[in-house]
C-alpha cells in the first residue's frame, strides 16, 4: 500500500487508526505484533465494517505493492477455491481458472475467468498460479503429477498452495517449483466458505519472502489478515495446530450438547450459555443451532477435519509431542466417516456419539 494512500485520512483509516489505539492502550504485546491495515476500497466490502486488516510484524511492512498486474492462475475450484477466485475476479484481475472436474469452471468463467485445461497450461500461462486442494495426494498430483503446474513454471514465475497439507507435502512441491527456477509460497488459510465468500481469510504463509510480497496484494482480496511464518513448513504446521484445536474443540462441544440433552436440558440454552461465557467461541454460536436440530450444512466437510487430525497427529508424532485429547477426537471423526458422514460439515462428528450411545444403551 503506498504511503500515500496510507496517509489519506478516511473514515476506514481512522477506525484502523483507532483499533490501534485501542489495541495499543489495552494490549501492549499484541499491538506490537500487530499493525492494522487501512481497509481496501473494495465496493465488495461495506465502508463502516468493524472487522480490519492486520498483517504479522514477522510480514512485510505496509509498503509491500498495492495492486498485482500479472495473470494469475487458480487450480482447485472447490468450496473454498470458488469463491476465492470468484472474488480475485470481481476485484479485477485476469484470472486463468482449472478444476478437475470441468464443470466447475463455468460460473467462473460467465465472470470473466479464462479456463486452461491443464495445471501445466494454466502455471504457463499465468504469473502466480494458486492451488487450494483437498489434501497432500491431490496436491502432490496436482502439482507434480502429469501435465502438473511443475512443468509449467520456470523463472519470474510463483506457485502458491493454499491446500492444507502436511509439512512434508509442502517441502516436497517447493522442491519441484524450485528445481525449475520459480518460487514458491505455501499459504493454508484459516476461515471457512463463509470468510472466503466475504474476503475476510487469515493466511498462513511461509516460503519465498519476495513471493509473499508480490501476491500480498492478491492475499488481501481473499483475506483479513495475513502471517508471513518464515521458512517452508511453518505455514503448514500452523494450520494443523488450528485445525487440530478446532477438531478437539468440536468434539467436546457435541459431548456437551449431547449430555445436556440427557440429563433433560434445552441444548439450545446451552448453546446461549456457551456462547456468553469465557469458552465463548464463534464456532459455538455458528454451528450449534443447526447441530441441536440434526443439521450440518457443509461449510468444512468432516473428511478434510480428519484429514487434518490425522496430519497434526503426524506432527506431533515427528516430535514425541502428546496430543491424547487430539487422538481421541480423530477417533471420533473416522467413526463418523464410516457413517456416511464424510461430506457432511464437520460438526455431523455429533452423530458419532449418537450412535456411539445408542451402542452402549
Ligand atoms: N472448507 C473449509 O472450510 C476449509 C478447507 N480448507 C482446506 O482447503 C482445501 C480445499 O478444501 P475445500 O474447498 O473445502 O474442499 P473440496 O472438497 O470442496 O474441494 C477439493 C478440491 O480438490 C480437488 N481434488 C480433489 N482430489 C483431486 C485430485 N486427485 N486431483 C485433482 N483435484 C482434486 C477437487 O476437484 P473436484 O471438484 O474435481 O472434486 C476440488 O477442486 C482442503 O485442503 C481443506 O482442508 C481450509 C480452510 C477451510
Ligand atoms: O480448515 C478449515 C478451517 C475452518 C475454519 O477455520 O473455520
Known amino acids: 500500500m503506498p504511503s500515500t494512500l496510507l496517509a489519506k485520512p478516511n473514515i476506514n483509516n481512522l477506525l484502523s487508526s483507532t483499533a490501534m ?15 492494522p491495515k487501512p481497509f481496501s476500497s473494495s465496493p465488495s466490502k461495506p465502508l463502516l465494517s468493524l472487522s480490519f486488516k492486520v498483517f504479522s510484524s514477522q510480514a512485510t511492512d505496509a509498503s509491500s505493492q498495492d495492486k498485482f498486474s500479472g495473470r494469475v492462475g487458480f487450480l482447485g475450484l472447490g468450496i473454498m477455491g470458488s469463491p476465492m477466485a470468484q472474488n480475485l475476479i470481481k476485484a479485477g484481475c485476469d ?25 501445466e ?4 500461462n499465468c504469473d502466480v498460479t494458486f492451488a487450494m486442494l483437498a489434501d ?21 514465475k510463483g506457485y502458491v498452495d493454499i491446500s492444507t497439507v502436511d509439512v512434508a507435502t509442502s517441502k516436497l512441491i517447493n522442491e519441484h517449483i524450485k528445481a525449475r527456477g520459480a518460487l514458491f509460497l505455501e499459504a493454508p488459510v484459516s476461515g471457512s466458505k463463509k470468510p472466503a465468500e ?3 481469510l ?21 483475506g483479513k489478515s495475513r502471517f508471513y511464518l518464515g521458512e517452508v513448513g511453518n505455514g503448514a504446521a500452523m494450520k494443523l495446530v ?6 478437539s474443540m468440536m468434539a467436546s462441544f457435541s459431548e456437551g450438547i449431547l449430555l445436556s440433552k440427557k440429563v433433560g436440558l434445552d441444548p439450545s440454552v446451552l448453546v446461549e450459555v456457551v456462547s456468553q461465557g469465557a469458552i465463548s467461541a464463534p464456532m459455538y454460536s455458528l454451528k450449534g443451532p443447526s447441530m441441536v436440530k440434526s443439521q450440518y450444512p457443509t461449510a468444512f466437510p468432516l473428511k478434510h477435519q480428519q484429514k487434518d487430525l490425522r496430519l497434526a497427529l503426524g506432527l506431533a508424532e515427528s516430535v514425541s509431542q502428546s496430543t491424547p485429547i487430539a487422538a481421541a477426537a480423530n477417533e471420533l471423526y473416522k467413526v463418523a466417516k464410516s457413517y456416511g458422514l464424510s461430506d457432511e460439515d ?14 452402549t444403551a
Open 21 to 35: 489505539a485501542l489495541c495499543s492502550a489495552f494490549c501492549p504485546r499484541i499491538s506490537a505484533n500487530f499493525r
Open 95 to 119: 484470472v486463468i481458472v482449472w478444476n478437475r472436474t470441468k464443470s466447475k469452471c463455468d460460473p467462473l468463467i460467465s465472470l470473466g475467468a479464462k479456463y486452461s485445461s491443464s495445471p
Open 121 to 124: 497450461e494454466v502455471a504457463a
Open 136 to 156: 497432500p495426494e491431490s496436491a502432490i498430483d496436482v502439482a507434480c503429477g502429469k501435465n502438473g503446474a511443475v512443468s509449467g513454471m520456470g523463472p519470474g
Open 198 to 200: 466475504d474476503g475476510q
Open 202 to 222: 487469515i493466511f498462513l504463509t511461509a516460503g519465498d519472502r519476495s513471493l509473499y510480497e508480490l501476491v500480498s496484494p492478491l492475499l488481501d482480496i481473499l
Open 242 to 247: 488450528v485445525n487440530m484445536i478446532m477438531g
Open 346 to 359: 464437520f460438526s455431523a462428528v455429533i452423530e458419532a456419539l449418537k450412535a456411539k450411545s445408542q451402542d
